[in-house]
């Protein structure tokens, strides 16, 4: 018997199936897109200046200006030597202002190709990545199908509506919680008939009719708000005589101290789903992902619950 809350109680021939379903990453919905390679720049075509070439070039003015007669002779010489040294530095000006330029292009390329070479990469291991996972997950529904047969095998009691038992103060507001991470699979207001004149009434159930599954939660109180009757004690087989007949009937039982209700819905609801996880690979809610887990709560016995009713507990959570 479990010391604390909260009690999870599985049938045994639901644990006989031993279910183990590989827990995987789900493949992303989109496979990111590969880029253009970077294109290399051209080189221009660059004729460095020489200076002997700018002293033959001078040469021959000069020689030429000997057959011209002054002072015309002089003026050609002069233009000639002053044209020579403008066009020579004029093309090492050119000609040192595009190598810059191309050797800063040539630098943005080798780093842009470096940056394409490792997003190159990294794409490729993501699509392999997204590749093994898709396998993985059409292996695991495979497994999960097999389970899932296993289970509508298992003969399982379903509930009958029309129950008319009183709620207890909590079960509305948590009625809420679990219809927001378990839509359309929380049944309320259903009786399990042992004798037609005192039937079994969930608090809640889980439903989920692929898996006919059916999981009971319960909400324990320590003692009776209105005449402070002690109940849900572990020293008294009612409750325990009650989670046999569901565990006989196939249903998985979960009981929650109305302390845990209280102070920690949402980790409530991920004990819920770990535990239907477990059981048929569901997918925990995303929200419930990063909750705490539940604290512990001790079970109390008929002595202890007496007590807690002279110190009216159950107003101080």
Known sequence: MSECYPVLKIPKKILDIDVQ???????????????????????????????????????????LSIFIPMPYGAIVLALGFILGVFF?????????????????????????????????????????????????????????????????????????????????????????????????????????????????????????????????????????AKKKKPTHCIDVPKDTNRDDFFLEKNWVVIRFAEEQIIISPKSCCKFIASVVSALTGQLIPEELQNTPRLRDVPRWNTKKAKRMARKKYRNYY
């Open 21 to 63: 379903i590989p827990d995987i990453k789900i493949p992303e919905p989109t496979v990111p897109l590969r880029t253009k390679k970077p294109v290399k720049p051209v080189m221009p075509k660059l004729i460095k200046p020489k200076k002997i070439r700018f002293l033959l070039i001078s040469f021959g003015v000069f020689f």
């Open 88 to 224: 020579y530095f004029y093309n090492e000006f050119n000609y040192t202002t595009k190598k810059t330029e191309h050797d800063s292009a040539l630098r943005q390329y080798e780093q842009a190709l470096k940056q394409w070479q490792n997003q190159e990469l990294a794409t490729t291991n993501s699509h392999s990545q997204i590749l093994t996972n898709q396998i993985d997950f059409i292996q695991r529904n495979k497994v999960i199908e097999h389970y899932k047969h296993r289970f509508n095998q298992l003969e399982v009691l379903s509930p009958t509506p029309g129950s008319s038992a009183p709620k207890g103060r909590t079960e509305f507001s948590f009625y809420d919680k679990l219809n927001r991470y378990f839509p359309g699979q929380i049944l309320i207001d259903y009786k399990m008939v042992k004798y037609v004149e005192y039937p079994y009434t969930p608090d809640f159930i889980l439903h989920l009719p692929a898996w006919k599954l059916y999981v009971d939660i319960e909400i324990d109180e320590p003692y009776d």
